[in-house]
């Protein structure tokens, strides 16, 4: 555990969830799993979130036997453990073959505007952007589709888009055997647009910039790739 994440840490634990309010504590790579996350399936787990996505709805005031209403929670728990959050679980992690790069292509290549839907960690929201991913190969290549399956897989889980950027980026520096790997993401926060301040203009944007994509002159080489 680095540094900066045991004093993120030792601030989460001196602090209240009043405390951190609206803001997002960001206190490591790895997504906060419970050690037993996968011990139920995936259709037990879906039959714990209907009675209980059923409950809430309940306590809100819902008819549930209203006939737009009664399959919701049903519906909900299905969409949560099938889409929105499936790439919690690893075995949905997308399988990745590398193939030689027998093109001799040894510069920057750039795959923009991949469109992902996540949800903010703290609120339980949509999160909606863009990611751009960047790499230089050492040898080997990776299939384009790839790159968005790897950044869905990610994104499908709840997310803070510091987490999200970092997890693509060393994920990606993995596979590809490669320092030289960049992500740039541009992405709304429902949290911020619908609740809260209400400011629907805004977005965020965050960085991953490894191995010779860390200097001033390889930052400014992707930016220009990515305004055209």
Known sequence: MSINT???ANIANNISVEDIGDDHLFTG???PLKPDAFVLSDEEKKEKIEKL???IMDVIGLDLTDDSL????KRVAKMYIDEIFCGLNPKNKPKI???ENKYQYNQILVEKNITFYSNCEHHFVPIIGKAHVAYKSSGKVIGLSKLNRIVQYYAKRPQVQERLTNQIGV???KILKTEDVAVIIDAKHLCVASRGVK???STTVTAFYGGEFNSA???TEIQNYLKH
């Open 6 to 8: 045991i004093n993120l």
């Open 29 to 31: 790579l790895e997504t």
């Open 53 to 55: 996505f059923g409950q």
């Open 70 to 73: 009664q399959g919701t929670p």
């Open 97 to 99: 073959a590398l193939f």
């Open 171 to 173: 994920e990606l520096q």
């Open 199 to 201: 400011d629907d203009t």
């Open 217 to 219: 002159t390889k930052i």
